[in-house]
């Protein structure tokens, strides 16, 4: 599995932008970048995910660069409720080869202040 | 759509003791996962279901640990005997089976697990 490197934490001001990156230097070609964040005592929950181009839903966008060794996720106009633990993960199958896991790394602390 | 449900939201145990937990999964939902988080760290699969067989079990201790999802539906998760090292939030998830495209995964609130 192609292994994602993060910055364990961050900070943003309520109202700016969050760029969180994230480092997948050996990603393969058919595997897709993830993005889900962790909430204080929730379980994880989905974001964004993209192959090659970038992405944008309601949510945030995923910025991957041509070479796919790096990505970026952007939240547009963070509020106070966006602080969370976010993970940058490569999808990977099982050995099967029909299934997919994800495998989750420290993740980013991104906290958002007032 | 009702979520991805689980039981209970807490349990403290001494070590030795067993536990189960319980989950079911989002209607439908053809794959189930079970991950295990320690304090400060992300959460790791301990099983994955694809139906009610296992597609994946190797993180799964399986001298203390077992999992069942019988009638490829609801699934528990026991620990037999417990170890101190067990206390953790339990996170079950569920998603769509689609032929193998890309689908998103749907978390549970977990169970925070408590040895002592």
């Known amino acids: 599995d192609a292994k994602t490197t993060q910055p364990p934490s961050m900070d943003c001001a309520e109202g700016r932008a969050a760029n969180l990156p994230c480092n997948h230097s050996?990603?393969?070609?058919?595997?897709?970048v993830y993005w889900y964040r962790q909430i204080h005592s929730q379980g994880p929950q989905y974001i964004i995910h993209?192959?090659?181009n970038n992405e944008t839903n309601e949510m945030a966008s995923l910025i991957i660069t041509e070479d796919r060794k790096s990505s970026t996720l952007i939240l547009p106009h963070a509020t106070l409720r966006d602080t969370a633990v976010y993970y940058c993960?490569?999808?990977?199958?099982?050995?099967?080869?029909?299934?997919?896991?994800?495998?989750f790394g420290k993740g980013t602390l991104l906290t958002v202040n007032p | 759509e009702a979520g991805v449900a689980q039981s209970p939201r807490y349990k403290i145990i001494e070590k030795r003791q067993s536990v189960a937990f319980w989950c079911n999964p989002i209607?439908?939902?053809?794959?189930l996962y079970w991950y295990q988080q320690i304090l400060g760290q992300g959460p790791k699969l301990l099983i994955q279901?694809?139906?009610?067989?296992?597609?994946?079990d190797s993180q799964l201790p399986k001298d203390r640990f077992s999992a069942e999802r019988l009638k490829g539906v609801d699934s528990t998760l026991k620990i037999q005997p417990a170890k101190l090292e067990d206390s953790a939030v339990y996170l079950c998830?569920?998603?769509?089976?689609?032929?193998?495209?890309?689908?998103?995964?749907?978390f549970g609130q977990g169970t925070r697990l408590t040895v002592v």
């Open positions: 050996t990603i393969s070609g058919n595997e897709y």
């Open positions: 993960i490569v999808r990977a199958q099982n050995s099967g080869g029909s299934n997919y896991k994800l495998t």
């Open positions: 279901f694809q139906n009610n067989g296992v597609v994946d």
């Open positions: 209607s439908g939902h053809a794959t």
């Open positions: 998830a569920s998603s769509p089976w689609t032929g193998g495209a890309n689908t998103e995964a749907f």
């Open positions: 993209g192959l090659k």
